[in-house]
């Protein structure tokens, strides 16, 4: 049974049909992209499968529940993780907190345990916050605990992000462009990380991304939308090579 | 020893106060300053959970201390007091000493329900929007209770005096200003563990950005529900405690000019923080009774200048001019307050040596 089967999905919001008929079977431990020019539809995908939009038709499967009519936050916590194009960190708690907050989905404690500081959240925020540290140090970002997000340069704030998400323990991480406003020193440290995190944590990752060099050294399998129609998919290989997404995507030397 | 510095010194002040106002140090006046800035305390704290902790725009904070105010004040009457309307005590006086802080909690509760009439159209509209849902919650609120003749309507509720004096007649202690004392610093406490709770700072999250903390598994709606009934909750106990200060309420007291002072502590405190609003709570207590003597003193001055003809006084309905322009200038000169978003132990930062909180 696949991690992720998304079949004949169809999103439409009134006349424009922002993703028509898309079908993908992610397994576990895999590492996919989703690729095509602006506006095709990719961070419309993800939305669907995060759960801010529900799909106008087509099946979400994950780990074998359905998807459909979930909130982002149900989502979440069965275990699909995900950043944003534009870093949407909490830029006035420090980045200590960012982490500890994402643990909302297994508190284990309630409002009045909070009034009262009681055994069983005295235990739990020491939990979360032993959790916050212990992903803080394996992403190597131990040191800025205590710093605001807005303080850090781009790149660590990128890494902060993926931090965050990984806290949750997903079995799913969606990037949506991790490579948008790094330099190419960044774009590198990106490309280990994501590396790193795939076989150290042996999780699904499915990434959108612009950035080919980052595309083609790390998935193993990538899918071309253009305006909402996968118009390829296949091995870096098989895309490279392919004429439709040369013409519609990857830029040809004739053009 | 330094977890006890805080609860002790919060003890000695109200042993103190209550011991000198019982002995008749300190008069009737002072006392009653006391207890409004208690009260005021309670209305800033709670109102900055929603308006200052969680970024939300509401405006209609006294519609739940007028529902605190009413429930509370109309089951003490009941329980506790031979009344026209109500017929006689259901219980003996005597126990109005003992259940008197839980007809508080009754009126804290009501109001805690009414909170949820603001807290679901909170889920999908912000800003401006909510801001004219919460102010017509409040006339809903206040037009309600003006309307139900059986509490006296337009003409007010009084009894609760006699309230006071069945406790009195237990024990001989100044009973409401212990428990002004005692719920005020009760509030602050609960508040502060809410909000350096990782529970709490889901609802900082969701003001600084909600469509991530919907996707870090943040329950948006379910936190949005949780600070708006604790809010509105504290107010209802804010307004149980007003209620018996005064020993007579009017639903016109609790009416969008209530609401305005509420807004004017949070934003002068700072959104956000809570030493804030506990100072500008009591800074504007202090200036609201300073008015009292400087507006007479404003209008002798004026008229010796001869800037007044001499028909015209100056009355305290010009404090609701001065009120609304310390917001005016406020926003205009220092929006972020007096405190900003810090709290005292950021501003001093040698005061962490003396206390230390859980």
């Given amino acids: ?255 | 020893m330094r977890k006890l510095t805080v609860p002790t010194l919060l003890l000695a002040i109200t042993g103190v106060i209550v011991f000198m106002s019982h002995q008749e140090y300190i008069d009737l006046y002072i006392q009653s300053v006391i207890m409004f800035m208690g009260v005021n305390i309670i209305l800033s704290t709670s109102f900055n959970i929603v308006n200052g902790y969680m970024g939300e725009f509401a405006c209609g904070h006294a519609g739940f201390m007028a529902v605190g105010a009413y429930v509370t004040s109309v089951v003490n009457v009941m329980l506790f007091t031979d009344d026209k309307v109500f017929g006689a005590a259901l219980l003996p006086p005597e126990t109005a000493v003992y259940l008197f802080p839980f007809t508080l909690l009754i009126g804290g509760a009501a109001a805690a329900v009414a909170g949820v009439l603001v807290a679901i159209p909170s889920f999908k509209t912000r800003d401006d929007y909510l801001a004219i849902i919460t102010i017509a919650a409040n006339f809903i609120i206040i037009s309600t209770i003006i309307n139900i003749d059986k509490i006296g309507g337009a003409r007010g509720f009084m009894g609760m005096k006699k309230v006071l004096f069945a406790m009195t007649d237990s024990y001989d202690i100044p009973w409401i200003l212990l428990w002004v004392m005692i719920f005020t610093f009760g509030t602050v406490f609960i508040i502060r563990r809410y909000v350096t709770s990782t529970y709490g700072k889901g609802i900082i999250a969701i003001k600084q950005d909600e469509v991530a903390a919907e996707i870090m598994s943040v329950n948006t709606n379910r936190m949005k529900l949780v600070a708006f009934m604790l809010s509105s909750g504290l107010a209802g106990i804010a307004g149980g405690l007003f209620a018996h200060i005064l020993g007579y309420i009017n639903p016109n007291s609790f009416g969008i000019l209530k609401s305005t002072e509420c807004l004017v502590m949070v934003y002068l405190g700072g959104m956000g923080s809570l030493s804030g609003s506990v100072i500008s709570a009591i800074l504007f207590t202090l200036l609201l009774e300073s008015l009292r003597f400087i507006i007479p003193w404003m209008d002798t001055a004026m008229h010796y200048i001869n800037l007044l003809p001499d028909s015209y006084e100056l009355s305290q309905v010009w404090k609701w001019v001065i009120i609304p322009l310390i917001l005016i200038l406020l926003m205009q000169f220092r929006p972020e307050g007096i405190m900003g978003n810090r709290e005292l132990s950021d501003v001093f930062p040698k005061l962490k040596k003396f206390y230390s909180f859980k």
């Fill in chain 1, 1 to 255: 049974m696949s991690l992720l089967q998304i079949q004949n999905m169809t999103k439409t919001f009134g006349g424009l049909c922002a993703v028509s008929d898309f079908s993908i079977s992610i397994e576990g431990n895999e590492l996919m992209a989703l690729i095509g020019p602006n506006g095709a539809g990719k961070t419309t995908v993800f939305n669907l499968v995060s759960g801010f939009y529900s799909p106008t038709e087509g099946s979400l499967v994950f780990k074998g529940k359905s998807l459909a009519g979930l909130k982002p936050h149900q989502v979440t916590a069965l275990g699909i993780a995900r950043t944003f194009q534009n870093i949407r960190l909490w830029h006035d708690m420090t980045v200590l907190e960012n982490i500890q907050i994402s643990q909302h989905y297994n508190l284990g404690y309630n409002l009045v345990d909070a009034f009262l500081r009681t055994r069983r959240y005295m235990g739990n925020e020491k939990r979360i916050a032993d959790r916050g540290y212990e992903i803080l140090e394996a992403l190597d970002l131990r040191q800025f605990a205590e710093e605001m997000p807005k303080n850090l340069p781009y790149g660590l704030q990128r890494r902060v992000e993926i931090a965050r998400a990984l806290s949750i323990s997903p079995a799913l991480l969606l990037l949506d462009e991790p490579a948008a406003g790094l330099n190419s020193s960044d774009v590198n440290d990106l490309i280990k990380l994501i590396g790193w995190i795939h076989k150290e944590f042996k999780i699904a990752i499915w990434m959108i991304e612009h950035q080919m060099d980052v595309v083609m050294s790390l998935c193993s399998w990538i899918k071309v939308v253009d305006f909402g129609v996968t118009i390829a998919e296949g091995t870096p290989e098989q895309i490279q090579n392919n004429p439709d997404v040369i013409k519609a995507y990857l830029g040809d030397e004739n053009i």
